[in-house]
């Protein structure tokens, strides 16, 4: 067999009365809260589909839908059972909070005196539709939305899908410029004292004006130091992410500095700005980096937890992914250092990352919340821990090493082991629960090689009992 050269994935699988439709509250004269919807259980569960057949969304996409009202049947689920409108109130912190939205949605009208541009800052939705239009949504509930509209003279709906967790909260609120900065979902990196070069950074711009806004600058200035960085056309009525450069020091030390962000106009207008800290540290910190993925040119960032020999070359590299959900400074931070090589956590697509399934693409081997595949086979349980390595795509010899668990009891089983330590000999593929003592060889549910093919066909595997 062919010398297979590793670097390390680890992952865990895991007309109706105004009453009803138009009750909102004023909290300040900018912010408008929705607190007052028609809940329908229609068995849809938006998440990591690509399509979803949402019939209430397509008829208010399409214009045909009936205004919902309390008690209204619209059409039926996929079982056959009728699915009806019935008012619902949000709760605590203005939530809607409720199981029966982890396959359904919310319906809230309301009515305005004028038309005017205004903003809806909702959150715990996979989806939303603004008078008929869609947006897109905040699934993680991370309060990360923001996206203009026109506010109709009258009624104006909203249709709020369901998302990850049981809950979705809507606001409205009046933009205070034409161009703003969202003062969220912030993609920056650590400042590194050794390193004499701009880094990058990203945030969210709201064109909340009815014209494209062309020729607009951001000028980040750290101490003493600033650089400018042209911005992107903005469609009107838009919410975009753009690049931005963030300047090096050049006396640097190690401790937080506070960044200015300013927004200008091409007459050099002040639309906003921002002021956050940034981090500076040395190399040998744990520390955050940015990139400009060669995929859509956005952002995005990766954490290191160095080597104890930083200016060692031909280091190994640890390459440890996450689910959705998860930050990646919190997951190589949670790493001690090693003195051979150095640990990498990347974030796809920031907190909303999808564990990196393209590294494993075509895997005969799939460990879930609850199941393991092997092939044909599926195994059942929150118990199990698999050790397994795939070739990465486009090679035949680099190999992705994955420890992976179907609950948190299968990645306490994987945990003690030292599979990737030199020194070591391990099949391609072991699988095991827990073990009740040191020479617990029960606890072994399979072993083995793929064939040269990295098939689960053509390898030679034993099972425990078999």
């Known amino acids: 067999m062919k010398p297979r050269h590793l670097f390390l994935l680890s992952t865990l699988a895991f007309l109706t009365p105004a009453y009803a439709l138009t009750g909102a509250e004023t909290t300040n004269p900018d912010t408008i809260v929705l607190k007052e919807a028609l809940l329908i259980q229609n068995g849809v569960q938006y998440g990591r589909q690509n399509f979803v057949f949402d019939p209430q969304a397509k008829d208010m996409i399409s214009g045909h839908a009936a205004r919902p009202t309390d008690g209204k049947v619209s059409g039926k689920t996929q079982n056959g059972r009728y699915a009806r409108w019935e008012k619902f109130k949000a709760g605590e912190k203005d939530y809607f909070r409720t199981d029966k939205l982890r396959g359904g949605a919310l319906y809230i009208e309301y009515s305005s005196e004028k038309e005017k541009v205004m903003i809806l800052e ?22 990360f939305s923001g996206h203009p509209f026109v506010m109709k003279k009258g009624i104006n709906t909203f249709y709020l899908t369901n998302g990850r967790f049981n809950r979705i909260r809507a606001y409205i609120t009046e933009p205070y410029s034409e161009v703003m900065i969202k003062k969220k979902d912030l993609t920056i990196p650590d400042l590194v004292i050794e390193e004499k070069v701009p880094k990058w950074g990203s ?14 600058i951001i000028t980040c200035k750290v101490k003493n130091e600033k650089i400018s960085t042209a911005v992107p056309a903005l469609n009107k009525l838009c919410s975009k992410r753009v690049n931005f450069k963030i ?5 640097p030390e190690e401790g937080d500095e506070q960044v200015e962000v300013t ?9 906003d700005t921002y002021i956050f800290k940034i981090k500076v540290k040395p190399f040998k910190n744990n520390h955050d980096r940015t990139f400009i993925s060669r995929i859509d040119g956005s952002v995005q960032y990766y954490s290191v937890t160095p080597g104890t020999d930083a200016g060692k070359v031909d280091q190994a590299l640890f390459l440890s992914v996450h689910g959705a959900g998860v930050q990646a400074r919190n997951q190589a931070w949670t790493y001690d250092a090693k003195d051979w090589g150095h640990i990498v956590a990347p974030t796809n697509r920031r907190p909303f990352g999808f564990a990196w399934d393209l590294l494993l693409e075509g895997s005969p081997v799939r460990a879930e919340n609850g199941s393991l595949k092997i092939g044909k086979k599926t195994l059942k349980g929150k118990d199990i821990a698999c050790y397994f ?17 179907t609950g948190l009891e299968g990645m306490h089983a994987a945990y003690p082991n030292q599979y990737f330590i030199a020194g070591t000999s391990f099949p391609d593929l072991s699988v095991f629960r827990m073990p009740e003592s040191e020479n617990d060889y029960e606890s072994l549910v399979c072993a083995g090689f793929f064939g040269n093919d990295w098939s689960i066909e053509n390898g030679d595997f034993s099972w425990n009992g078999k």
């Not at 539709?129 to 949504?137: D, F, H, I, K, S």
């Not at 390595?389 to 668990?405: L, M, Q």
Request: glycine fraction near 10%; hydrophobic fraction near 30%; proline fraction near 7%.
């Open 247 to 251: 300047p090096y020091l050049i006396n």
């Open 122 to 143: 909702a959150s715990g939705h996979t989806m939303a539709l603004v008078n008929g239009e869609p947006r897109e949504g905040d699934h993680y509930d991370f309060n």
């Open 389 to 405: 390595i795939r070739p990465r795509p486009g090679t035949h010899d680099n190999c992705v090493g994955v420890v992976s668990g």
């Open 263 to 271: 927004l200008t106009s091409p007459g050099k207008k002040v639309l």
């Open 203 to 216: 945030m969210t711009l709201i064109n909340a004006s009815k014209k494209k806004q062309e020729d607009l």
